[in-house]
């Protein structure tokens, strides 16, 4: 049986290029999370049956119904996930 080989990942300057292009082109590009940003965020997460809770029912049925959703961890996004200006490179700071 041959060995399975991991999947070649962009030097640091291949992925520069590819941002610097992708801005060129007027594509939101993200910053990665800085490693203050990571340590800052080191408290821990609440249990998933906590998160779950604060979820109606009504919903929870609904995205079951539709999606098949289910519920299986507890994730940390950083904040600019989740504000739309951060995404479309503006911001109000």
């Known amino acids: 049986m041959a060995a399975v080989e991991a999947p070649a990942w962009p030097s640091e300057a291949e992925e520069a290029a590819f941002l610097a292009e992708q801005r060129a082109q ?7 999370a800085s490693a203050a940003e990571e340590a ?3 408290e821990p997460l609440p249990p998933l049956a ?3 809770a604060r979820i109606p029912a009504e919903v929870r049925g609904l995205l079951e ?4 959703a289910k519920f299986t961890g507890v994730k940390r996004l950083p904040e600019q996930a989740l504000d739309p200006r951060a995404a479309a490179g503006q911001t109000s700071k």
């Open 50 to 52: 906590e998160r779950v």
């Open 26 to 32: 007027g594509a939101p590009v993200a910053p990665a």
């Open 40 to 42: 800052a965020s080191a």
């Open 65 to 68: 119904e539709l999606f098949r």
